[in-house]
């Protein structure tokens, strides 16, 4: 289709100076009459020219920008985020740094969700900026906002001194090209904002709109309409940045004693011997769907995994540590301890000189990103023992956050209120290892072993 400019005396002194003064298609008015035949409804009507397409889209990042918080982290880049960290441990270390290579990764392709979870200061504000930075480098534009302050200007377009309407502002919003909201869960909560925040979000999952979020939440503390769609893996990146608060390295780098998965480190799923010169076939090829199973959890860690036994030594604890490693290998942060240890460095904290809250300590273990808990039931059953354990499977339960438990102790024998939620076939896998220890010589046999 071709245009024609615009003759009219009246239309070049209203479009004057509007477009390019070089323009071969405007000749400089701005605007442009379509070449279609009269029946057509764009006849005789001006539209602005092509040339304008740059100022126009100019406008709309100056109206983005003037709600957008960017400004002040100018110098949050790629060059200037530490990707090694502050005397961070080597696993810390490799998390931090799969953080960054995946922000770097999405700056330069930025598709679908990323979210960054993490505590106070662990750089997520720092990789969330960085990206916008790379992308207004790049001349797209980018709305950077704090989440409570975004709804305040929402709000404030209610105003009577509003320059911008409520709805215009709010499609801004919506369709900006890439939405950032950092500190997602510091705003009030009102039913006012649950709603918008909603909006928002399902306007931009839906329409597959480029949208990284920051957040020092759980994923459970998250309102459910929005935590569903941040947590769908066809569309979401979820990275949990382990690192400790960076504003205060050398004073609480937060790093915790209770993992000693380090002791396993010999432990791999590679190395995992499935006996097939010793065991009967039947129990041979039990252990290679255990580690089938294992493998499988360990490139995706999801729900739970119950590695169980009738006695000891038969590989329970090797493929929870070699699930632990694997995982750690990635860069992801992972808890490693033995269930009689937990509960002594628990009561430890009770101790009037000891150096650590029960409260943290707790919540550590409760929010893991992976936990492995070893040898459930070989703990002391008291009631504060029970107690504690069902306190930490219903929260990780109810969380659905990824969790490992071996046990020797059969399932009916194990608190009900453990062993329910152990049980749930929609929320664990529950494997029998059926096995007899690697210790003590068994002898090839060819009778087929009866399943337990």
């Not at 909560?189 to 597959?208: D, G, M, P, T, V």
């Not at 380090?262 to 432990?267: I, N, R």
Request: aromatic residues 8%.
């Amino acid at each position: 289709m071709t245009s024609k400019t615009s003759s009219s005396g009246n239309a070049a002194e209203e479009f004057e100076g509007l477009g390019k003064p070089d323009c071969p298609h405007c000749g400089g008015l701005g605007y442009v009459m379509p070449d279609v035949p009269p029946i057509h409804p764009s006849f005789g009507r001006a539209v602005p020219c092509a040339c304008r397409a740059v100022d126009r889209e100019l406008t709309r990042m100056e109206k983005l920008q003037r709600i957008s918080q960017i400004g002040a982290l100018q110098h949050c880049t790629f060059d200037t985020f530490l990707a090694e960290g502050h005397g961070l441990t080597p696993s810390k270390q490799l998390n931090l740094k799969m953080a960054y290579d995946r922000a770097m990764a999405y700056a330069r392709d930025p598709k679908g969700w990323l979210v960054f979870k993490g505590g106070y200061g662990c750089g997520k504000t720092h990789l969330a900026a960085a990206i916008a930075n790379y992308r207004l480098a790049m001349g797209h534009s980018v709305l950077f906002i704090n989440t409570p302050d975004l709804l305040d200007h929402l709000r404030a377009a209610f105003g009577p001194n509003a320059t911008t309407g409520y709805d215009e502002r709010f499609e801004q919003v919506r369709n900006t090209r890439l939405l950032i909201l950092d500190d997602l869960g510091a705003q009030s909560n009102s039913e006012w904002a649950q709603e918008k925040l909603y909006q928002i979000f399902n306007h931009r999952y839906n329409a597959h709109l480029p949208t990284i979020i920051t957040t020092n939440l759980e994923l459970e503390g998250i309102e459910i309409r929005i935590r569903s769609r941040m947590v769908d893996p066809s569309l979401v990146q979820i990275i949990h940045i382990a690192a400790p608060d960076f504003r205060r390295a050398g004073v609480d780098q937060d790093q915790s004693d209770l993992s000693t998965l380090s002791l396993h480190g010999d432990k791999t799923l590679e190395n995992f011997d499935l006996r097939e010169r010793e065991l009967p076939k039947s129990q041979s090829d039990n252990l290679k769907r255990a580690l089938e199973t294992a493998v499988e959890f360990a490139q995706s860690p999801k729900d739970w995994l119950v590695f169980n036994s009738i006695g000891y030594g038969n590989g329970k604890t090797h493929l929870a540590a070699g699930i632990a490693n694997a995982v750690a290998k990635q860069g992801e942060p992972v808890l490693f301890i033995v269930v009689p240890d937990l509960l002594d460095h628990l009561r430890a904290t009770f101790n009037p000189a000891s150096g650590q809250r029960y409260d943290k300590l707790f919540d550590e273990v409760k929010m893991a990103s992976l936990l492995v808990l070893d040898d459930l039931g070989t703990e002391s059953a008291t009631p504060w023992a029970r107690e504690k354990l069902y306190q930490l499977f219903n929260y990780r339960y109810n969380a659905h956050l990824p969790t490992v438990i071996t046990t020797a102790t059969p399932v009916d024998e194990i608190d009900p209120r453990l062993a329910t939620r152990m049980l749930d076939g929609s929320r664990c896998t529950f494997f029998l290892i059926e096995a007899p220890s690697y210790r003590g010589g068994v002898k090839p046999s060819r009778r087929k072993s009866s399943k337990q």
